[in-house]
């Protein structure tokens, strides 16, 4: 077993460019150099090199270590009111982000209220989770990157590549709407169907011609609908059972791995525009399509 850790290019001249391997009998840890900022680390910079140094017989560092601790206790001001912040900041340490458990008007400002205004791993992160906005961004960053331009330029490129996603999505989901106005006009019309004497007894002359209770005995709508339930619970009771029975088959295909229609819809369109813009991301691109749906707005500046 590997594991690899990437220390930034701020690291002591001792770690840079260098790889340091160790481990037990069972795994073998790997430690090389990148040029990742500090705050993406896991733990701080003393940390990491006093490991080092426990493991490579660098005890005569240990001055070195000591003063590069203290020198991390002291955040500079552009760390100050970073949203990370510098390591030392916690339980332990004061954190003058925040006067009385209160976040300082400083720190506040510096929150970002955009998704254009996060840093890649909070980006990653909630594009994981199937944030829709997140994953709009995370491609607009994937299309600067790819292309070497601007922000501005990106989202230029963007919305072309999301009204190429969307077209065609509006028969694609017709299965849906018909769905959702059959539904409601069933339900809708259940109740006058079983309540409703008129609509009742239309519906008995026209399709059941069973015969009419005395009058004394209709006279409620709760009478109404004993009378009625004699020919609409097998048309109730069938018609549950059935959506019941489709819900269950629907679940299995599920648990199989086996999409169901809308699934197969989503792969469809992902697959579409991944051969069409073949030079970026591709996992990016079916992420992008997969949450792009029918009522969800494509355009970042909206978001």
């Known amino acids: 077993m590997s594991l690899r850790f990437r220390f930034p290019s701020s690291m002591s001249g001792r770690l ?4 340091t ?28 090199s006093r490991l080092l140094s426990n493991n490579t017989g660098g005890s005569d560092k240990d001055g070195d270590n000591d003063a590069l601790h203290e020198k991390r206790q002291q955040p500079s001001s552009d760390d100050r009111f970073d949203a990370d912040g510098p390591f030392d900041h916690g339980y332990h340490n004061p954190d003058d982000r925040f006067i009385d458990g209160k976040p300082t008007l400083a720190y506040v400002k510096a929150m970002p209220m955009d998704y ?14 199937g944030h829709a906005g997140a994953r709009q961004e995370m491609l607009i960053r994937t299309i600067m990157a ?20 969307r077209k065609g999505m509006f028969w694609q989901y017709m299965p849906h709407k018909l ?27 026209l399709y059941v011609t069973a015969e009419v209770p005395q009058p004394s005995d209709l006279d409620t709508w709760l009478e109404v609908g004993s009378w ?18 489709m819900a269950f088959a629907r679940a299995q295909l599920i648990n199989m791995g086996i999409k169901p229609f809308t699934g197969y819809l989503r792969d469809r ?32 500046a909206k978001e």
Not at 16 to 19: A, F, I, L, R, V
Request: glycine share 4%.
């Open 16 to 19: 840079m460019g260098s790889t």
């Open 21 to 48: 391997n160790f481990g037990t009998s069972k795994k073998r840890f790997h430690f090389s150099s990148c040029n990742l900022p500090v705050r993406t680390l896991p733990f701080s910079q003393w940390n990491a």
């Open 116 to 129: 254009s205004s996060m840093r890649h791993e909070q980006i990653f992160q909630l594009a994981a989770e």
């Open 146 to 165: 790819t292309d070497s331009v601007e922000y501005d330029d990106a989202v230029k490129t963007f919305e072309k590549i999301a009204a190429d996603n």
């Open 179 to 205: 769905g959702f106005f059959s539904a409601i006009t069933a339900g809708t019309l259940s109740i006058p169907l079983v309540f409703h004497y008129p609509t009742v007894e239309k519906f008995n002359e």
């Open 228 to 245: 009625s339930w004699a020919w609409m619970e097998p048309l109730i009771g069938q018609a549950s059972f059935f959506l019941l029975a």
């Open 269 to 300: 369109r992902a697959q579409l525009l991944v051969k069409k813009y073949s030079k970026y991301q591709p996992t990016v691109l079916e992420a992008f399509s997969r949450s792009d749906q029918l009522y969800t707005s494509s355009n970042v």
